[in-house]
């Protein structure tokens, strides 16, 4: 099965450890594993910040780095949601409309992709350790996918995963939200953090890197010992109890 | 009261409110409260169906009202006349104003008492009738106290949520009380004070939870037994409507009630679902003998007709206030508006404007929980960034750097070189700013990002260079182990 | 009686051109895809539905009692009672006699509701321990009566006094909501007069507003209390 890699701009940027990660867990699962060349940012930032006409060129971008895989899969839901919009934003272009529509059609996150479409629920991974889960608001409630992160949690092989309270409030990450409104993003980031510390967990996972970003530089700034991790990280682990957890030494790093 | 509250800019109202420690317990506290009773009566009461289902209904039912809107307006107000009631539509504030007072005026009103309204809060009228020499008195519990407190409402269903009852209890010594600050009590008092004020006043003033379009009817939805008192007591009876809260027939009133009453509460029924329709000549004794029924535009057309008109299909429930992660952490006065919450950053520039309410729609992380709450399903997250594109299209001043960025973005986001070169060069320029495997103090545009959190450090390696490596030793080791050469 | 209209024609027109149509050009009438009302309790049997009404009524601090016509008087008395008697007012209802009430009413001194006697009416209602009614249509699901209001069935009995007993004839309870504003738009279609105040009224009045603690008995009555008649 052919799999292009939608790496995402933050993904390119900074969290370079996470898409090994994907990659080798996809080429596990049976995956012949691409990376179109072409690709660049799914252009939240602008469409969220009301720039729908600066979004054109970053989305037609994308279409035509994407249009000839079989399948689109990105490790962050609120990108993979971006590209199931993008036929809204070519009503008045029915050519790029239709595009759009292909790619949408063959888009997934990646743990959804995992569960609905290679209809897999134990990669194989183990990681010992105490972690809860944080449901992002795009791939939940804009993508509709609520449980596939959840199911590869449950299967890895000595992981305590322990529900989040109040999980259905955002992080307060938002985009340009974080920036422009900060003082409210960090109450609402630190009322996170107090409900991940309430479980006692070593680890928290999410399936996307922009509100781990979030949640991880608050825990940096505040010196909290939680690691902050992508759910890839745990599902491409195969360490034993007590055993270093790390798939090479390049990815010592925690999200953060 | 107005529309507006206050007149902080918005920035230094979300400072107060982040630091007034009470207020946002109280507010968290609430939405935990209303959110779980919310859930027990819909997804949770298996007995209704799939709430989906409901959902739909309420929208669909919504939808075709606002379309139509001009026809079961024209509805409503004949049937409310024929039956002896007086109608007045009213285009703006002003008007509506206007009129009220001239009713007053002519009845020689000196004495008001009023149900709820958010709509009559929108238009001032208390101010109105208060220059004109008439007390009026607010009944609902949490609109008395804020009334006797001179303050302002922080929730459309539960607008004192923001109060203690220890300064509840100092609201009250003002009106003489001498009691504790346990909540009956206080209740006791307000049943005591405002018994004898129900049943002398000349004026009764009421909102319009929905108006019945082919019967001319006034449904009122409330717990206390106010609205009762203040509708069968006083002689004169004045219902303010916002033009858009009506249904077509009592069959589709069930609908949008049951929608009401389990969103915003959590009851199956509030206490009291009151259908009223005028009866000028009847005998009855404990009926009002005149009855107004006053229809507000005040910018609900600007709605109409654009993509934002299904704001106007809300029900008034606070659904999306009670899950909104923003109000649960400034609450309802940072708002500046008495609307507060998402359907508050939706309808106030609507309303009002976007000199005055712009920023509104910008404090918002764009969850989408308000759009998975709405009983009627207004896709209240899709029509904030909505707002944001007609901001930035001239309905606004957003700042200039800010568009200049986007520009950048834009040009940057569309081209696979520059990213790569950006991709490339970002660890090393960024490099100087690294402590410690992060970033704690970020460049320019990313400062506020750094005020609380540290940035990540740009990732020296490339993914692309790391794939195609990668992608060789696989190639390698299966060449390896099939004997083949590359 | 006619009343008046102000202002209609500019105001509509206005709206009118913005949703692209004419003024008062009927809309096609909906029918609507989604009516999951119609299905809520379809195949509840009439003692399922007063097994539920009861519970209903638990949640709604209201006390129920259910007994026959026979035993109906003696019931009331009971209640009456146990709510402790003093002044009590009664609607003008002839399902009062005959539901052979008319000696409990006498005994009590109760006033009956004359709407001749004008205002002392409300200071009568005002001053009672005690309001009696018969509710029109149940409402199961929610414990809720249903008042149908006039210038006899006043609406100040089920107001005013502290305490507030509805006597409910087993066949008017339906399910919920639906069950009843069917009942009245019918009314509606076949061109019948509808109460010019109906209300439907779940248990005592309450609030929250006070920290979001709940005070039970706020401007209306502060107890309720339902009497079932299980072959009325």
Known sequence: MKVSLFTTCLGDLFYVDVLKDVTEVLERLGCEVDVPEGQVCCGQPAYNSGYAKDTKGPAKNMIRAFEHSDYIVCPSGSCATMFHEYPNFFADEPEWQEKAKNIADKTYEFTQFIVRVLGVVDVGAEYHARATLHTSCHMTRLLGEREAHYTLLKHVKGLDLVPLPNNYDCCGFGGTFSVKMFPISEQMVDEKIRHIEETDAEVVV??????????GGRMKRLG????????????????????????????????? | MPMKVGNRPFFEGVDKAIHDSFMVNAVSSAQD???GRK?????????????????????????????????????????FAARGGHVFFAETAEEARDYVKKVCKEKNAKHVVKAKSMVTEEISLN?????????VLETDLAEFILQVDHDQPSHIVVPSVHKNRQQIRDAFKKLGYEGSDDPKELAGFARKTLRSKFLNADVGITGCNFAVADTGSICLVTNEGNANMVTSFPETQITVMGMERLVPTWKELDVVVSLLCRSSVGQRLTTYVTDITPKADQDAVDSPKDYHLVIVDAGRSNALGTDFQSALHCIRCAACINVCPVYRHIGGHAYGSIYPGPIGAVLSPILGGYEEYGKLPYASSLCAACSEACPVKIPLHKLLIRHREKYVEGGGHPPVME??????????????????????????ILKPLVHDGSIPKGPGPMKPWTHGRDLPAPSKENFRDWFKKHKQQSATIQAKGTGESL | MRGTIENRDSFLEKIAGKLNRTVGEVPEMPIWAHKPQERVYEDYSEDQLTAMMKKACESIHTTVCETNSDGLAEKLKQLIDKYGAGKIVATKDERFEAFGLSNVLENYQAYTWNYKEGHQNIDKAAEANIGLSICDVMLAESATAGLFNDKDKARSVSLLPETSIVIVPKSSIVPRLTQAMNLIENKVENGEDVSSYINFISGPSNSADIEMRLVVGVHGPIKVAYIIVSDL
């Open chain 1, 206 to 215: 999410g399936a996307d890197a922009s509100c781990l970003m979030n949640i």
């Open chain 2, 39 to 79: 859930l027990s009566a819909t997804i949770g009461d298996k007995a209704l169906g799939d709430w989906e289902e409901w959902r739909s209904a309420g929208e669909e039912i919504r939808a075709h009202t606002l379309n139509n809107l001009d026809y079961y307006l024209k509805q409503l107000s004949d049937n």
């Open chain 2, 33 to 35: 409260g209303l959110r």
């Open chain 2, 127 to 135: 101010e109105a009738l208060e220059e004109e020499g008439c007390e």
């Open chain 2, 403 to 428: 568009r200049a960025a986007m520009k950048g973005f834009s040009i940057g986001a569309s081209s696979p070189m520059i990213f790569r070169a950006g991709t490339k060069m970002a660890p090393i």
């Open chain 1, 224 to 256: 909290r010992p939680i690691k902050v991790l992508h759910i890839a990280q745990i599902l491409n682990s195969h360490q034993t109890e007590g055993a270093e957890r790390h798939a090479d030494e390049s990815r010592k790093s925690t999200i953060l």
